[in-house]
């Protein structure tokens, strides 16, 4: 029954990402908060079927935690639902992603209408140079970034190398890191396909000012992010 219902779920995901990017991309010459508000309906019918086809639901807590302003959002990072839900509950906001994904036909193109930031993560420091120039760009326009401190899928109990892209972005731009804490890995693993029923519980902390050097403020990334995850069943 799981193998059926999550046979389901993807085949109605690829499908309505086809359609929503269609639809985002034709509307590349609008406003970007149509596209924004396009790929949020998109989300919105993930979790949407999530829920029904899947039985996943979501607990998010700590929405007060959310400045009303621009900052970096520093996320665990343990499976493909981040991309799928975040636009539910966040404001509008970049991703920042590996170049890789804008060669799938269609996606790639919504997330270039999108304006997501596609990094070449083996470009040095040229990839910082572009992360600092177009997440800046992005932030002075009023949206938030998000990236994965961990840089890469993490399993569940298990913590990353985080890296410094994040806080380097945030000094540059002069925004506060926001961190986010979650344990989809536990019904969405990174690397499966099947869907199990549970509850994705989501945990917002509070804002990291840019106190002290970099290493510091990493140590106080790691410390709030991982300090939620121990309090999330796992």
């Known amino acids: 029954m799981l193998l059926l219902r999550s046979l389901i779920y993807n085949l109605f995901h690829w499908t309505i990402t086809v359609f929503y990017a269609v639809a985002i991309i034709l509307c590349w010459p609008l406003p970007w908060k149509i596209r924004w508000q396009l790929g949020r309906g998109w989300s919105l019918a993930n979790v949407a079927a999530l829920r029904i086809l899947c039985g996943i639901k979501l607990d998010v807590q700590g929405l007060e935690n959310i400045p009303d302003h621009p900052v970096v959002v520093v996320s665990k990072h343990q499976s493909a639902w981040e991309t799928v839900a975040f636009p539910v509950f966040m404001p509008p906001f970049n991703w920042v992603l590996k170049k890789e994904l804008l060669y799938i036909p269609f996606f790639g193109q919504a997330l270039l209408a999108l304006e997501q930031i596609a990094i070449d993560r083996s470009a040095g420091r040229q990839a910082l140079k572009q992360l600092n120039d177009e997440g800046g760009k992005r932030i002075a326009a009023g949206r938030s970034v998000t990236i994965f401190p961990e840089g890469t899928r993490i399993a569940p109990g298990q913590v990353g190398d985080y890296q410094m892209g994040g806080i380097w972005l945030a000094k540059h731009a002069g925004v ?6 979650h344990n989809a890995g ?19 902390g509070k804002a990291i000012a840019l106190d002290g050097n970099n290493k510091a403020i990493l140590a106080n990334v790691k410390e709030a992010i991982e300090g939620m995850m121990a309090q999330l069943p796992q």
Do not use: M
């Open 176 to 181: 506060p890191l926001l961190p986010i804490a």
């Open 186 to 204: 536990k019904v969405w693993p990174r690397k499966g396909f099947i869907k199990r029923p549970g509850t994705i519980s989501v945990r917002i």
